[in-house]
Each structure stands twice: as C-alpha cells, then as structure tokens.
C-alpha cells in the first residue's frame, strides 16, 4: 500500500523525490523499484479494467449514475460483479453521482373551477401501458427568463410520452403536451388522467379534450405533492441530473436540452429502480413481446 501511494504521488506530479516519499514512509526505494517491477495481479488488472467501464458508465449517463444503476448496467452489460464492488471502486475513483436540491411548484389552483376526486389516493401503479398518467408544470431557469415545461408521463413505465414548453404559464401549455401524448400513444377509453388542482387542468378547454377521448380526470388534494409523487420524483431528477448543472443563455437553448434530456436519456437510455433497472423503453417492449407470447 505503501508503494501504490508513492506511485500515486508521483503520477499526479508531487514534487518530493521518490527518495524522500520512501524515506517518510519509512520504505525502501529499492522496494519500490522492485515492486514496480512485478507483474500487476489479476485482481489489481481486473479491478483496473472495471474502474475503466464505471467511469465510461458515468460519463454515458451523464455523470448522474450512481453504484446501484452502474452496477445494473454493468450486469446489462454482462459483466458479473457484487454491488459492493462497485461501490467499493466508485468512492477510490472519487465518481459520484450528482446531488439533489430542492424545487417549486409552479400551477396555482382556481377556486371558480371544479375539482375532480383523487382517484389515485396515491396507488400509483399501473399494470398496463396507458391506463393511468399524471402529468405537472414546472419551470427551467436561463438568463432570458422562465422556460415552463408541461410533462405527461405514463405511470407504467415512467416514460414521458408528452411535452410542451412555453415562456408564461399560459392554459395552452398543458393542452400541447396532452395533445402529443394522445397523438403518440391513442389511449383507449377509461384512461386515469391525474393532476394537480392547477388552474390549467382544471380549465373548461382542458377538461373537454380530456371528455372528448373517454379519459377519466383524478386530481390531487391541495397544497399535497406526494398526491403526484411520480411526477414531481421526474422533475427532481430532471433539475438535479441536467438543469442545476447546465447555464442556459437563452430559452432556446433550455428546450433544445431538456428535450434532448427526456427522448434521449431518460425515456431509452436511465435505468429506473421502480423497473427493476431497465429502462422506459426496454420495460414497454419486454411488456409486448410478453403480450404476443
């Protein structure tokens, strides 16, 4: 161990002698010399090589992996390794994943209009696809101003399958991202739509289009977050794995990577523990193979 620290020092530039890092360890330099001259072990060369596929690992996920997906990925991937391991690895590499923090709401409830009931009552699972979505506001810093994005995810896979970003918190906002989610997956009539008690979900035009395709409205109770826990767990990885990271100089630069964000990472490339560490799109296609079999 005591060798292996000489050689760090000294490949990250350390200015003391090898001499002298020996002399304070209390090591010889022949020692070292001699130690750098054996052959590596196979457990230093393996693990070597699987601090190699964890950076890589991290880095494709955008550095916002943690040990419990890396680890699931490397799996994926067919490489056999203890969860321990990993972690093990992770913490003497200094590869960590990024840090959450806090956001707000942004939909304001209106008291003239009707409230439906929390059908939910927070059984957010959904044994098929398109039977139960939830769907928010939240908004995105840049040096322009607020950029708001409406999200329609489908609680069976946590896939995103409708989005729609805005400057202001206008009723059309949420309708686009509707809009795109039906015309993406046609959903079949008895639908769960669920909500909060926002003035844009509860609006006359919102409601009719949510009537005109046999959907059932459910709306949480308000002031209540973990009523749409599923959502509100979407934006919090969105800001803490891509926005609180990124600085937007324009808005159009804010959608452009958000978007990119939800299509191609988190909807066919994240691991989801609440899939047993698949992804979105890899869960639906397990799902309807299985339907076909």
């Not at 916002?64 to 699931?72: D, F, K, L, M, V």
Request: charged share 25%; net charge positive; proline share 3%.
């Amino acid at each position: 161990m005591k060798f292996a620290q000489v050689q760090a020092e000294k490949a990250q530039g350390c200015e003391a002698s090898v001499a002298g890092m020996c002399r304070l360890l209390g090591v010889s330099r022949a020692g070292y010399y001699a130690w750098c001259r054996r052959a590596e072990s196979t457990r230093a060369r393996s693990s070597r090589e699987l601090t190699v596929q964890i950076a890589a690992i991290h880095e494709e996920s955008r550095r916002t992996y943690g040990s419990p997906r890396i680890h699931a990925e490397l799996r994926f991937r067919g490489r056999q390794v203890g969860l321990h391991r990993v972690e093990r690895l992770m913490r003497a590499a200094g590869i960590r994943a990024r840090r959450k923090r806090r956001f707000v709401r942004t939909t304001t409830p209106d008291a003239s209009l009707p409230v439906a009931p929390n059908v939910l009552e927070r059984d957010f699972r959904a044994h098929l696809p398109n039977r139960v979505w939830s769907t928010d506001i939240t908004y995105i810093p840049t040096r322009e101003g607020w950029l708001y994005l409406a999200i329609v995810e489908d609680l069976f896979s946590r896939r995103i399958v409708g989005w729609s970003t805005a400057t202001s918190l206008e009723r059309t906002l949420p309708l686009e991202a509707l809009g795109m989610a039906l015309a993406l997956r046609v959903p079949a009539t008895g639908l769960v739509h669920h909500s909060d008690q926002g003035s844009q979900y509860a609006s006359w035009d919102y409601q009719k289009l949510l009537e005109l395709h046999g959907i059932r409205c459910s709306m949480s109770r308000r002031g209540n977050c973990l009523d749409n826990a599923p959502v509100e767990s979407f934006f919090g990885t969105l800001k803490n794995e891509h926005v609180h990271h990124c600085d937007f100089e324009t808005v159009a630069a804010a959608r452009a990577s958000v978007i990119d964000y939800i299509e191609n990472f988190y909807n066919s490339r994240r691991r989801h523990s609440a899939l047993g560490y698949r992804t979105p799109m890899e869960y639906e296609a397990e799902t309807r193979r299985s339907a076909a079999a």
